[in-house]
């Protein structure tokens, strides 16, 4: 499969099979994650792999409390997202079926090996995550690649230290994400919504018109 195929139709995936990741492939699949790039090569990321039912139900019933509110502001339209109502429902179903999914993915990062060059600046630090997420988003093309379907999460982390305690995850590590895989029961998506290059490449000054990006919005 081309790489940008992956790219292209790599969509998060929220209703899966019960079939389980052998660890051969799931390996294969965390092993994409080294190759990603960090600050100063510091490698910050790990995993923790959940598999285990109850520890998946004890992941799901931290997320539920944060995904609940979050979805009825979303409903309501007082939290503005990109995403249509049907979407969201899959993605409530998602949320409560989650213990049901072959693996849930803990991401975590050693925050003293990144190196946040803009906290400084009196607004919300988006570099450290630069160290982060690269690796992550390796391994859900590496996933795809494997025919497997993944989403990557964010709203666990808002109880991290539950979730730390419950994963025996160390003081100096955080959590940055959590990513949920397995076999996925529908076909990949062929095409993904996203916002035309036009709208978001520029040329020499922000804004300017990226010369070519017109030429590429199709599909
Ligand atoms: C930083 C980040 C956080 C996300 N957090 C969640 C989450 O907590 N729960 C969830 O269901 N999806 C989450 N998603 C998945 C997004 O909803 C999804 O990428 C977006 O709606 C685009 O959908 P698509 O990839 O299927 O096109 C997250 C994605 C990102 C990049």
């Not at 051969?24 to 092993?31: G, K, M």
């Not at 990321?45 to 109850?54: Q, Y």
């Not at 990949?188 to 070519?212: I, Q, V």
Request: charged share 20%.
């Amino acid at each position: 499969m081309k790489l940008s195929e992956i790219m292209r139709t790599n969509g998060s995936c929220r209703n899966y099979k019960p079939d389980p990741v052998s660890d051969a492939v799931l390996a294969r699949v965390l092993d994409a994650a080294r190759w990603g790039p960090t600050g100063g090569n510091r490698q910050p990321v790990s995993f923790v792999v959940v598999r285990n039912k109850a520890v998946k139900e004890a992941l799901r019933d931290l997320y539920l409390p944060i995904w609940g509110p979050y979805y009825a502001a979303a409903k309501e339209g007082t939290l503005r997202i990109g995403a249509k109502s049907s979407l969201l429902d899959n993605a409530d179903l998602f949320a409560r079926n989650m213990a049901d999914i072959p693996v849930l993915l803990v991401v975590c990062a050693r925050l003293a090996d990144v190196h946040p060059t803009d906290n400084r600046l009196g607004r919300l630090s988006i570099v450290g995550g630069a160290s982060v997420y690269p690796a992550v988003q390796n391994v859900l093309l590496a996933a795809r690649e494997e025919g497997l379907g993944t989403a990557l999460t964010t709203l666990l982390c808002e109880q991290e230290p539950q979730v730390k305690q419950l994963l025996g995850i160390p003081e100096e590590v955080s959590t940055a994400a959590m990513v949920t895989i397995g076999w996925p029961t529908k076909a990949f998506p062929k095409k993904l919504t996203r916002r035309p290059l036009s709208e978001m490449a520029f040329s020499e000054r922000y804004g300017a018109m990226l010369p070519g990006a017109d030429d590429i919005n199709v599909g």
